[in-house]
T-cell receptor, first 110, second 115 residues
Framework: EDKVVQSPLSLVVHEGDTVTLNCSYE??????LLWYKQEKKAPTFLFML????IEKKSGRLSSILDKKELFSILNITATQTGDSAVYLC??????????FGTGTSLTVIP | KAGVTQTPRYLIKTRGQQVTLSCSPI?????VSWYQQTPGQGLQFLFE???????NKGNFPGRFSGRQFSNSRSEMNVSTLELGDSALYLC??????????????FGPGTRLLVL
């Protein structure tokens, strides 16, 4: 059975800290891995990863995929209160099937 | 470009009733996927429509059905509602679907409460 597991389930940090969120997966016919940020509304797209070892970066956020070990990490440096959200990881397999993890809830304290 | 829109935004129904939710994708997008999000189960895939055809289906009972129109707008129907159907229903659109690893853009969701 295809599955996506995110860890930790929740995280509380202080502003300025650096956090690393993990997403591991076991799927057949992997196509890509996506990271989303969800606040009190629908998820918004952050990154799409298809190749191992190539870091995607956007401001203070970065992500990398390891297709051999079947995981991805999302790093957030110099966290701000606006980073507080649930971060979702989704794996796409052939046939347009999306498998989502249950998310990591990040709270950034001022 | 306008984003994905969903109507209604909030809905309250009673057990046994049926409900229809609507999703209008981003202009030019032909793929529409539906998801159910609950606190306990997270985001779960319901089905995907592409060019009016159901292309993929998740593990939900037959009470959950959908369709897509020629303008790519999609509807989702849930019959004989159960308390456990209370959830946020999200729709997401993309141009071709995720077959090539393309990302999806989510609508704001319809929050359904079944009493």
């Amino acid at each position: 059975e295809d599955k996506v597991v995110q860890s930790p389930l929740s995280l509380v940090v202080h502003e300025g800290d650096t956090v690393t969120l993990n997403c591991s997966y076991e799927v057949t016919n992997f196509r890509s891995l996506l990271w989303y940020k969800q606040e009190k509304k629908a998820p918004t797209f952050l990154f799409m990863l298809t190749s191992s070892g190539i870091e995607k970066k956007s401001g203070r956020l970065s992500s990398i995929l390891d297709k051999k070990e079947l995981f991805s990490i999302l790093n957030i440096t110099a966290t701000q209160t606006g980073d507080s959200a649930v971060y979702l990881c989704a794996v796409v397999v052939t046939g347009n099937q999306f498998y989502f993890g249950t998310g990591t809830s990040l709270t950034v304290i001022p | 470009k306008a984003g994905v829109t969903q109507t209604p935004r909030y809905l309250i129904k009673t057990r046994g009733q049926q409900v229809t939710l609507s999703c209008s994708p981003i202009s030019g997008h032909r793929s529409v996927s539906w998801y159910q999000q609950t606190p306990g189960q997270g985001l779960q895939f319901l089905f995907e429509y592409f060019s009016e055809t159901q292309r993929n289906k998740g593990n939900f009972p037959g009470r959950f059905s959908g369709r897509q129109f020629s303008n790519s707008r999609s509807e989702m129907n849930v019959s004989t509602l159960e308390l456990g159907d209370s959830a946020l229903y999200l729709c997401a659109s993309s141009f071709l679907g995720a077959a090539g690893g393309e990302t999806q853009y989510f609508g704001p969701g319809t929050r359904l409460l079944v009493l």
